[in-house]
Each structure stands twice: as structure tokens, then as C-alpha cells.
């Protein structure tokens, strides 16, 4: 197989998961009968841990790949690309912990005051489908041409 098309599966794959579990899943558990908060929030917690294990591994996948792509669009595919990855980083070394440790809370039954940690993962999730399609396009406009 084309590097070039391995590249560009693993990216849509990757898009797949993230609208498949951040703009679909995370919203739609709670509209299911007899879901609680609390139950919801952990089905949550367990949904994303998972989610953001299968990111890294994508991330890595496409990064030892892009090693061994050539194209004029390179650099700036890079960009986008890096960019995807400084958004995991956040999300994983801040806000997945900041969100959990709120779902602890909520299940221990505390009162917590609102925070801004959802909006700002979900605007970074944003970011990274937002950016995945651009880079995953462009590897495929590598290919057309």
C-alpha cells in the first residue's frame, strides 16, 4: 500500500472516531432511559479514556508515516498536523484530568460549581477535526495530482 493512502486511512479513521464519540455519543447517552448524570458522566469517563488511547496510537501511526511522504505540501501539512497534536497533548495532560476528577466529584454526590473544561475540550476537538480534514485532504490532493 501507498504510503500516502495509509496516511490519509488512518487520518479519516481518525476523524470517524471523534465525530462518531465527541458530537454524537457523548450527547445521545444521556437522552437513553434510565441513564443517570452520574451514570452517564462514567460511561463518559470510560468512552473517552478509550478515545484518546486510540488518538495516541493514530497520532504515532501517522507520524512515523509522515517519514517517508514527499510532497510539495509537506510543510504545511506539518503544521496542521503538529497543531492536531499539541490539541491531544491538552486535552490529555489537562482536561481529560480536570474532567474526571469533576465526574468523581459529581458521582461522591458534591455540588460542584460550573466550569469551563467541557466547552474548551469540545472547542479543541473542534480543532483537531477541523484540522484532520484540511491535512487529510491535502494527503489526498497529493495523490490526485
Not at 32 to 39: E, Q
Not at 51 to 79: C, D, G, H, Q, R
Amino acid at each position: 500500500m501507498d504510503i500516502t493512502i495509509f496516511i490519509a486511512s488512518c487520518t479519516f479513521i481518525w476523524i470517524g472516531f471523534i465525530g462518531a464519540i465527541s458530537f454524537m455519543e457523548s450527547w445521545l447517552k444521556f437522552r437513553a432511559p434510565g441513564i443517570t448524570m452520574p451514570i452517564g458522566l462514567s460511561i463518559g469517563k470510560v468512552v473517552f479514556g478509550a478515545l484518546n488511547k486510540v488518538e495516541w496510537a493514530l497520532a504515532t501511526i501517522i507520524s512515523v508515516s509522515l517519514f517517508f511522504y514527499e510532497s510539495k505540501l509537506k510543510s504545511l501539512l506539518e503544521v496542521f498536523f503538529l497543531i492536531v497534536i499539541i490539541s491531544l497533548v491538552v486535552q490529555t495532560a489537562w482536561l481529560l484530568p480536570a474532567l474526571s476528577k469533576r465526574v468523581k466529584a459529581i458521582k461522591g454526590g458534591t455540588n460542584l460549581s460550573s466550569s469551563n473544561h467541557h466547552l474548551y475540550y469540545i472547542c479543541f476537538e473542534f480543532i483537531k477535526l477541523l484540522l484532520l480534514i484540511f491535512f487529510g485532504g491535502g494527503i489526498l490532493h497529493s495523490v490526485i495530482r
